[in-house]
């Protein structure tokens, strides 16, 4: 008899995961069976999983981001980075990819004394659960263009930012804007 998806299993499905000696007292983000689950603290070498899985990826959480350059966009009479610019929407072109959310003029990270770290706020995450993914089962991954309407405002940068702060991946192709030019705030 033909087995449903997600009914059946390779390995034994486990809600124990041990070894992690080396990532005592540290907090773990974990993946299983293709589903984010809550950050834990790793003790005595183990975390427990609130369902048992059979594909788990474990390990240090991080964040992952890309700020596209100040828009100055080709075949104008001069350019426009003095200018203010209203970034409204911004399509992304993925490859297997899942978990993102995108927001405009952001602080530049790579600016920041000491590398130190500074929040993004007003990120959109893409919406990603239809009708046609159960509950209590991974969303499978996307290829292909998204278009996501996000917050903007006019600033000088115009710029597009892109983060994953699950662990997921952000495969990015392309970056697409769209965008209004205003006049210079002076």
């Given at each position: 008899i033909p087995a449903a998806a997600n009914q059946w299993s390779i390995s034994t499905p486990t809600e124990t995961v041990s070894g992690l000696n080396h990532l005592e007292g540290m907090e773990v983000t974990i993946l299983a069976d293709g589903?984010?689950?809550?950050?834990?603290?790793?003790?005595?070498?183990a975390i427990t999983l609130p369902l048992p899985a059979s594909s788990i990826t474990v390990g240090l959480p991080y964040t992952c981001q890309l700020q596209t350059l100040y828009l100055d966009?080709?075949?104008t009479q001069s350019t426009v980075q003095g200018k203010r610019k209203n970034i409204q929407a911004v399509t992304v072109r993925m490859e297997a990819s899942r978990g993102m959310s995108v927001g405009t003029n952001q602080k530049?990270?790579?600016t920041q004394p000491n590398n130190a770290t500074v929040p993004w706020v007003n990120m959109k995450p893409f919406?990603?659960?239809t009708a046609l993914i159960y509950a209590g089962s991974a969303i499978p991954l996307f290829?292909?263009?998204?278009?996501?309407?996000?917050?903007?405002d006019w600033k000088k940068p115009g710029q597009v930012a892109?983060?994953?702060t699950y662990p997921?991946?952000?495969n990015i192709i392309a970056c697409v804007p769209e965008w209004t030019i205003g006049d210079s705030n002076g």
């Open positions: 589903s984010v689950i809550n950050n834990q603290i790793v003790t005595d070498g966009p080709p075949n530049d990270q790579s919406k990603e659960r290829t292909g263009d998204e278009r996501i309407l996000v917050p903007g892109i983060q994953q997921l991946p952000a």
